[in-house]
């Protein structure tokens, strides 16, 4: 299951090691840590705006039931999705590297650093904009490094190229997450105002 997560929070150069040993396909990433994790902000987030509702200038706006769960679900699977492209980002991102890692190994990399953010979905049980943009801030920042702390230990690059693909992926991975938050602002906003 989701046994890497308190490892990759605790010490995350031991636990790079130890994943890198298991050679664990994409699918069975995505069953036994992607899939879970990935859960939880969307389950937060529909919890939060239809029992708590948006805190947005002192007023609560709270979505329908129904909607928030349609809108959950293509969240959901845009997350997915960025995991993924992700992965692929770090494998192109590799590809000058003579002992470039195979694309599954990039998948499940892509995935394991996402570790931070998905677990940051836990305040969305209380969905206040600035919470979110501490919260999600202090999750980007440990996600960066567990992203410059893996790359050298996980995907076998030396540690000053490492430093390369690390910033490239991340500032990637910035886009991708921006992308992924716009497009979240943009399905809640509708599930509050369409319906």
């Excluded at 090691?17 to 879970?36: D, K």
């Excluded at 960025?82 to 770090?90: L, R």
């Excluded at 206040?128 to 980007?140: E, I």
């Excluded at 050298?152 to 000053?160: A, E, G, H, N, S």
């Amino acid at each position: 299951m989701v046994n890497h997560v308190w490892g990759l929070l605790a010490h995350p150069h031991r636990e790079w090691r130890q994943i890198r040993g298991e050679h664990e396909s994409v699918s069975h990433h995505y069953l036994h840590h992607v899939l879970l994790l990935a859960a939880i902000p969307v389950i937060c987030a529909v919890i939060g705006t239809t029992q708590v509702g948006w805190q947005i200038g002192g007023s609560s706006m709270r979505i329908e039931t129904g909607t928030a769960v349609v809108l959950g679900v293509v969240f959901y699977i845009l997350m997915l999705a960025a995991v993924y492209a992700m992965g692929s980002v770090i494998h192109w991102l590799a590809r000058r590297y003579p002992d470039r890692p195979s694309h599954r190994r990039c998948v499940v990399f892509a995935g394991y650093i996402a570790t931070p953010l998905f677990l940051s979905g836990l305040v969305a049980l209380y969905p206040a904009p600035l919470l979110w943009a501490v919260v999600g801030l202090v999750a980007l920042c440990y996600t960066g490094y567990l992203l410059q702390a893996g790359i050298p230990d996980f995907l076998d690059i030396d540690r000053r190229e490492g430093m390369v693909v690390s910033g490239s992926a991340f500032a990637i991975g910035v886009l991708v997450l921006e992308a992924l938050l716009a497009a979240g602002v943009l399905l809640w906003g509708y599930g509050i105002h369409m319906f």
